[in-house]
């Protein structure tokens, strides 16, 4: 008896250490997991925000949005009027040497010519009548053509508008000219004009009408006789840099081109209906046909890899195998054949996607932010002006950023406490994707949203560029 209590007690013992051992042997198993998952956490956690490359700006904030503007506008409008391509490569990079002595003439021709010939031109103004605004610009190219004598030596006006321009683009815009230009934009009631105009063309925007007014009693004060000396300094038939800069110019050409606004075709052009954000019919329809087309291509992209394979395993063996020279030949045609088929294949492919890229930013009404994360970063997705499909490619732009990179505008990534605010640049396919995790994982909004969805179509249009025109690794 006393040896069966003592069994007893054994197993009793037993049974208890076996207890402890297999729950802490849980808990062991408990804890290691929980460790792992607290490691995996916060592997995820510590992705840092990619490196950010201060931009260096060589004007001032005001002037450095002059020339972003100007930008848009011309990718926004410049194929609805037909500007000439080669003007425009040079404005790829923002701040690059824009060649302003050409482009500033070549604008301002084509936006006065534009208006000349306008039908119908919506007034910026109730008080103007809608008429004035493309007579004016009749009128100031008449009076260039007559300074020339252009009237005397050609008969017909294409030859006339013809001979103008290529004059303008040789000499560029004398101070006279952009006098001419300022009280057109004064007229039109522009405000803050960078150079001074007649207080009679501030005053009566409807003058170019009243062919019966009588203007020898209008009283000139002190003041306007002024006035009327610093107009007279501007009239001078000399192109003196002294008296407008180049940041000058730039800003009466944005304000020219935001004039141009108010022309039927750039409004029409604006006024196509959107549905629920989305982009216009035209866009809509181009996303409806490559979705399509993605769906025709999968399957043939299925099928074309699956035979690839096996020529690939057919060649093998024939390789392996003496007196086989003529078929192996035969198979490595085929298979050269189909690689051919594929790589055209997927340039197609992708050059659909680039042009519905295009497409889908040209038909945005407003060029706003691409948005805003959690430390106050404002993100830019300026656009392309190039055409990359009809033209050259772009090896010249020093900086990249404006036409392929994301400019973020904020205190950066560092110190965003300190909120001191500078322009910063991302650049490269590799550091958009590593930017794209920070801003899925850190931010959470509808705002947040909305920035991954934007970057992701940035790097999937420069991939898409890398395979039709520069080739893999191009924009990494």
């Known amino acids: 008896m ?234 001078k038939p000399v192109r003196n840099t002294s008296l407008i800069t180049a940041e000058t110019e730039l800003k009466l050409i944005n304000m020219l081109l935001e004039l141009l606004l108010h022309h039927t075709q750039t409004r029409q052009s604006l006024n196509i209906p959107n549905h629920s954000g989305a982009s216009c019919k035209e866009v809509r329809d181009m996303g409806l046909e490559l979705k399509k087309y993605i769906k025709e291509y999968n399957v043939e992209s299925t099928l074309n890899k699956s035979k690839r394979y096996k020529l690939t395993t057919r060649i093998n063996q024939l390789m392996a195998v003496r007196g086989k020279r003529e078929e192996l030949k035969s198979a490595q045609t085929e298979l050269d054949e189909l690689e051919t088929l594929i790589r055209d294949e997927q340039m197609t492919l992708e050059t659909k996607k680039i042009q519905l890229y295009v497409s889908s930013a040209k038909s945005q009404k407003r060029f706003e932010p691409a948005g805003v994360d959690m430390l106050g970063n404002v993100y830019w997705i300026f656009n392309d002006l190039l055409d990359h499909l009809s033209h050259a490619a772009d090896y010249r732009n020093s900086e990249p950023c404006w036409a392929y990179g994301i400019v973020v505008i904020g205190p950066g990534f560092q110190n965003p406490e300190e909120q001191n605010v500078k322009w910063w640049s991302i650049q490269g396919i590799n550091n958009m994707n590593h930017l794209l995790k920070w801003i899925k994982l850190h931010g959470a909004d509808r705002d947040s949203g909305n920035l991954a969805k934007n970057i992701q179509q940035r790097i999937d249009h420069l991939s898409a560029l890398e395979c039709v025109v520069y080739g893999e690794g191009f924009f990494a």
């Open 2 to 235: 006393q040896i069966l209590l003592q069994a007893a007690t054994a197993c009793t013992i037993t049974a208890a250490n076996i207890i402890i051992i297999i729950t802490n042997t849980v808990n062991h198993t408990n804890i290691a997991a929980n460790v792992r998952k607290n490691s995996i956490a916060a592997k995820v956690k510590s992705i840092e925000p990619p490196e950010l490359t201060l931009l260096d700006l060589q004007y001032s904030e005001e002037a450095m949005w002059i020339r972003l503007q100007i930008r848009e506008f011309l990718f926004r409008f410049g194929d609805i009027y037909d500007l000439d391509d080669r003007i425009l490569s040079h404005m790829q990079n923002a701040q690059g040497d824009w060649k302003i002595k050409k482009l500033g003439a070549y604008l301002v021709y084509h936006s006065l010519s534009i208006m000349s010939k306008s039908t119908e031109f919506d007034s910026p103004s109730s008080a103007i009548p809608a008429a004035t605004i493309p007579l004016l610009s009749k009128e100031t190219l008449y009076g260039w053509m007559q300074e020339k004598r252009l009237t005397k030596y050609y008969l017909d006006n294409q030859s006339r508008n013809q001979a103008l321009l290529d004059i303008l683009t040789i000499e560029g815009m004398t101070n006279k000219r952009w006098q001419d230009v300022a009280e057109l934009l004064a007229v039109a009631e522009c405000q803050d004009l960078p150079i001074p105009t007649s207080p009679r063309k501030k005053t009566m925007a409807a003058d170019v009408y009243d062919d019966d007014e009588d203007s020898d009693g209008m009283d000139v004060d002190e003041n306007d006789e002024e006035l009327y000396r610093e107009v007279e300094r501007y009239r």
